[in-house]
């Protein structure tokens, strides 16, 4: 008995402590008030993120909002500044496809050997698959050094790439970088061009650029030690279609928001192709109900969105300061009290 009681005090002590930690100040946000940009900006700064968050005004424009958890400038991230978006360009990567699909230039069964029939097993391989990662196929290798342009980037993935033959949920970027290639065959452009002429230029985006493109010095400096640029450039150089472009907060917002939350056709497409799998996923964007969402994550640099696509409302987080793991644990806390539903 003694034993039995002492595990129960025990239990709900713990239980308790998981409280605590879980409802911190700063966590709730009140939507019902004028100060939520003050609020977001508290609860950045009480769990020591640093970097930028936007979110709505009444007219669907971003208000951003910054924390600094560094004296550094170097370090410091701002909302018009490029930065590493990773798998956030996953969505880019899928819109381009919806939209070749609606030109009927290729469908949703149309088979990866029509492109690509060197890949092992590509005649049992569907676009539809390689948009809702259950191609079966996995490439986790990295180069030792940069890949320096398209022609690498697609000959790297072909050599490394390998199929289990499974056809279930593994989320791999090769999927996404088999449909940037895809792109750039249908289109005869580069995937990089298609994205700056399809994208970049009606949206008049200005900071959006290729790994290739960029220098060091223009975007936020990781704030972990043990984060160099070599890494970040072998990284997104072998993200090709899924992490390769950087971009600024406020254009990422812009694309977001006028190519995916305006367009109900595609989002109404793409949730009716992700209800039928296990994981509802499709085109880059996870579903729960009327929310999508996604995450990025490289090397010293995180980033999520996570939008109602019904209402349009939205919020963004970019930062340089955290890792995965956080990034899930923030997006989880920000999102339940913004959005009034819980992630993971």
């Not at 697609?154 to 199929?163: D, K, S, T």
């Not at 367009?263 to 039928?276: D, F, I, L, R």
Request: aromatic share 12%; charged share 15%; net charge positive.
């Amino acid at each position: 008995m003694h034993k039995k009681r002492a595990l129960s005090i025990f239990l709900a002590l713990c239980a308790f402590a998981i409280f605590l930690f879980i409802v911190q100040p700063g966590d709730k946000l009140d939507n019902g008030i004028k100060n939520q940009k003050e609020q977001l900006h508290d609860y950045m700064k009480f769990h020591h993120i640093n970097g930028v968050m936007l979110i709505n005004d009444k007219k669907g424009q971003p208000i951003v909002v910054q924390n600094k958890e560094t004296t550094g400038s170097s370090q410091i991230v701002n909302a018009n500044q490029l930065f590493p978006i990773a798998s956030l360009q996953k969505i880019m990567t899928g819109t381009a496809i919806y939209q070749l699909q609606q030109e009927k230039l290729l469908g949703w069964n149309t088979s990866l050997s029509n492109y690509y029939p060197q890949v092992s097993g590509s005649k049992d391989i569907t676009i539809r698959e390689l948009m809702n990662h259950t191609s079966g196929l996995v490439n986790n290798a990295r180069p030792s050094s940069p890949l320096k342009n398209q022609k690498e980037q697609i000959a790297y993935m072909l050599n490394h790439m390998e199929n289990d033959h499974l056809h279930t949920w593994d989320y791999q970027d090769v999927d996404y970088e088999l449909l940037a290639a895809i792109i750039s065959k249908q289109t005869n452009l580069s995937y990089n061009a298609y994205i700056q002429t399809d994208f970049a230029k009606p949206l008049k985006l200005q900071k959006v650029k290729d790994f290739s493109e960029v220098n060091q010095n223009e975007i936020p400096q990781p704030m972990s030690k043990n984060v160099d640029w070599h890494q970040v450039t072998v990284t997104t150089s072998s993200d090709f279609g899924a992490g390769n472009l950087f971009m600024s907060p406020i254009d990422y917002w812009k694309f977001v928001y006028n190519d995916v939350l305006k367009n109900p056709k595609m989002v109404n497409e793409y949730y009716h192709q992700a209800q039928h799998q296990t994981v509802a996923y499709f085109g880059g964007v996870y579903f729960n109900g009327d929310i999508i969402r996604a995450n990025g994550s490289i090397p010293g640099y995180n980033c999520c969105f996570v939008a109602n696509y019904k209402t349009k409302r939205m919020i963004m987080l970019f930062s340089n300061n955290i890792n995965y793991l956080r990034l899930k644990v923030a997006a989880n806390h920000i999102l339940h009290a913004y959005m009034g539903d819980s992630w993971f």
